[in-house]
Structures are given as structure tokens and as C-alpha cells.
């Protein structure tokens, strides 16, 4: 990798971070607070407001487990990303702020490592321009900061991009060591095993040669992360769904049974868009958002299947549907932040257009960071 590609990553990405700590301070003197669901609690956000404003909502639910294990109700939420929280904070101190600085380094070095990993495949098939478009429609995301928080997403991205890369330089044993790790860290993990099966079968087309058994070894290593947990789920409360099972606590339109897409569709157009208050912005910021990310996405997957490779189509495929299975779109926005080969089509769209056509999607992307930020730093729910 060139030193002036680490380079424009290396700057794109601070850019980023002072930008969002930007939006956080303007929001500071501008959006009223919510108190629900800060992370640290009222007096620590208080105290800190720039260390504890990303770690809201389920920032709260991460720093529990990682303080003190999984207590009941707490089960949705996968274990690797607690896991190493606790362990960093253990070379930082005892102190319950220590678990929030750990969390922020996992998560920005992971993103900035995710980056790096982005590039380096998307290499392997496009050139430079359609590398650095990728990596700034990813930055400036309406969500995109979620990745500098104390979230699963810039893990989770480090880990699904470097696991592609090292299936397509036919590296199956650490393609399927890091699927252990993501099938343990989210549930839509799982969506690397047909990917790794799809690649496997590409290059054999290409008639680029793997030993066999260590791609079957790859591949059923993968899934070992999430049937361990499983495991446990199992030990603890004997369910090893327990993690599905939990997901109708967070949020009424989300259902602990199977919904297909077309009824999730239609819940929306024909129920919820009906009768949403247009007296509460929050709420119809995030609706609307929710369900044109679920449209655009829905478009970029189905191209995805003439334009791009298909193993990234199939990882986009499965990583759209199953967030959709509960029944709802709800934090579908935060979801998608981790299907990168939406956004490599996009920038291959993106690419073919006139500058003023990039300056207006750029523009209202960058406009919907700084509300999206602004309501999330405040307390107000985003995904």
C-alpha cells in the first residue's frame, strides 16, 4: 500500500474525528438534553459530556457487561466487543471511566484499521478513485458516527473487511479465525459463511488454486463463534436463542418471530408513516431515515448482483435481511454501516457523475451527520 493512500486514510479519518467532536460542541449549546440514556449517567455526561456522548443507549448496555458480566435482559448483546472492552480497561485503571476509554480505543482503532483493510481490497479490483470516494461516503454517513462510539460497528467492519481480503488472497485459516470473532460479535456475522463458500467457489472458477481442506476448515471455523456463545446462552439461562428471544425488549416494533420483508414494507408505508407525529422532529428525523436507508439499500443490493463480485453481493444480501427479520427497520441505518460493498457501488455510481451531482449528495450526507450526531450526543434515540 502506497505511502500517499496511508496518508489520505490517515487524514480523512482525523478530519472525521474532529469533525464529529465539532458537531458534539455545537450540539452542546444547541439541542436540549434528554437524560434517559446516557452513557456514565447525568452527573458523569455532565462532568464529561466529550467522553461520555458516545456512549449512550447501548454504549450502557456494553459498559455493564463489561463491568460486571451478563445480567438478565442483557443477552442480545454479543461478547466479544464487552470482552475486549474489559480487558483494555484493565491496563487503564478501576475506575468505570476507564471502561468508557477503552471502549472509544477499541472502536476508533478498529475503524481507522477497517479503513486500511477497505482500501487494500478494493484495490484488488478498482482503481484509487473509487477506493477514496468509498472511504469518504463511508465518513460522512448520516450514522457514520457510530463508528467512534462505543458500538460494534468499526469492529465488526475491521473484522468482515479483513476477512474478506485474507479469502481473496486465499488466507482461509485467517478468514475463518476472524469469522469466529464476528459471528461472536454480532449476529449477522453469520453472513460470512455463504460468503466464504461463494469465494471458494469464484476462485476455484478462476481456476486459482486452495487446498481444500483448509478452505472447509476456514469456513467451519467461522460459525464456531456464535455456537460457543450459544453454548452459554445455553448454561446460563437454557436458551441458546436467548439473544433472538431478547430482541423484542428493544423496541415495539420489533417482534421475537420470524417477519418477511414485504410485511416489514408494508408495516411501515401502510401503519407507521400513516400515523407518525410530525410534531416531534427526533422522531420523524429517524423514521424517514430508516425507511429511505431501507429503499437505497434495498436498490444497491440488487444491483450489487450485476455490478459487483458476487461473494460481496451475497454479503450485502444477507446483511440487509437479517436485521429485517424481527419485523421493523429500527436502527436499519446503523445496521447497514457495516455493508461495504453498498458503498463501493456507490462510489462506482458516484464516480460516473458530474461534480455538481457529488457536491449535493455530499452536502445533505454531511447534513444528516450533523443532526443524526447532534440528537444522538444530546440523548435523543438514533438507531
Same mark, same amino acid.
Given at each position: ?19 464529529? #467532536? ?27 459530556? #466529550? ?24 443477552? #442480545?448483546?454479543? +461478547? ?19 471502561? &468508557? ?18 482500501? @487494500? ?6 482503481? /484509487? ?6 472511504? %469518504?461516503? %463511508? ?20 473484522? &468482515? ?22 459471528? &461472536? ?21 478462476? /481456476? ?8 472447509? *476448515? ?16 445455553? @448454561? ?10 431478547? $430482541? ?11 417477519? *418477511?420483508? +414485504? ?21 420523524? #428525523? ?11 439499500? !434495498?436498490? %444497491? ?6 455490478? !459487483? ?6 454479503? %450485502? ?36 457523475? /458530474?461534480?455538481? $451531482? ?23 434515540? $438514533?438507531?
Amino acid at each position: 500500500m502506497k505511502l500517499e493512500n496511508k496518508k489520505f486514510i490517515l487524514k480523512s479519518f482525523i478530519f472525521w474525528r474532529i469533525i464529529l #467532536f465539532l458537531f458534539l460542541f455545537l450540539a452542546l449549546g444547541s439541542v436540549p438534553l434528554q437524560q434517559n440514556f446516557l452513557g456514565g449517567g447525568l452527573f458523569s455526561y455532565l462532568k464529561q459530556p #466529550f467522553l461520555w456522548a458516545w456512549g449512550n443507549f447501548d454504549g450502557e448496555h456494553y459498559l455493564s457487561i463489561a463491568y460486571q458480566g451478563y445480567q438478565p435482559l442483557t443477552y #442480545f448483546f454479543f +461478547p466479544v466487543y464487552p470482552l475486549t472492552i474489559a480487558f483494555i480497561a484493565k491496563f487503564l485503571g478501576e475506575s468505570f471511566a476507564s471502561l &468508557a476509554v477503552s471502549g472509544l480505543l477499541i472502536s476508533n482503532i478498529s475503524f481507522f484499521v477497517a479503513l486500511v483493510g477497505l482500501w @487494500k481490497l478494493i484495490e484488488l479490483d478498482y482503481k /484509487k478513485d473509487i477506493a477514496r470516494l468509498t472511504i %469518504l461516503l %463511508l465518513l460522512v454517513f448520516p450514522t457514520s458516527f457510530y463508528f467512534g462510539s462505543i458500538y460494534t460497528e468499526s469492529l465488526f467492519l475491521a473484522l &468482515a473487511v479483513w476477512s474478506f481480503y485474507c479469502a481473496r488472497k486465499r488466507k482461509w485459516i485467517a478468514a475463518g479465525t476472524l469469522g469466529v470473532l464476528l459471528t &461472536a460479535t454480532r449476529v449477522v456475522g453469520l453472513a460470512i459463511v455463504p460468503v466464504l463458500l461463494v469465494e471458494a467457489y469464484l476462485q476455484r472458477k478462476e /481456476k486459482k488454486k486452495s487446498n481444500l481442506y483448509l478452505v472447509a *476448515l476456514g469456513i467451519l471455523l467461522s460459525v464456531f463463534g456464535i455456537f460457543a456463545y450459544m453454548i452459554y446462552l445455553n @448454561k446460563v439461562t437454557g436458551d441458546p436463542l436467548e439473544f433472538f428471544h431478547n $430482541v423484542s425488549i428493544f423496541g415495539q416494533q420489533r417482534s421475537s418471530s420470524l417477519v *418477511l420483508l +414485504p410485511q416489514v414494507f408494508y408495516r411501515y408505508f401502510f401503519k407507521i408513516l400513516p400515523n407518525i407525529s410530525y410534531s416531534y422532529f427526533p422522531i420523524v #428525523f429517524v423514521t424517514y431515515l430508516e425507511i429511505v436507508t431501507a429503499l437505497m439499500f !434495498l436498490v %444497491l443490493t440488487i444491483a450489487s448482483f450485476f455490478r !459487483l463480485r458476487l461473494s460481496y453481493a451475497f454479503y %450485502l444480501a444477507v446483511g440487509y435481511i437479517i436485521p429485517t427479520l424481527s419485523g421493523s427497520f429500527s436502527s436499519f441505518h446503523r445496521y447497514v454501516l457495516i455493508l461495504f460493498p453498498a458503498f463501493i457501488l456507490s462510489a462506482i455510481w458516484l464516480s460516473k457523475r /458530474k461534480k455538481w $451531482v457529488k457536491v449535493i449528495i455530499f452536502s445533505i450526507l454531511i447534513l444528516g451527520l450533523l443532526v443524526a450526531t447532534s440528537l444522538f450526543t444530546r440523548g435523543f434515540w $438514533v438507531a
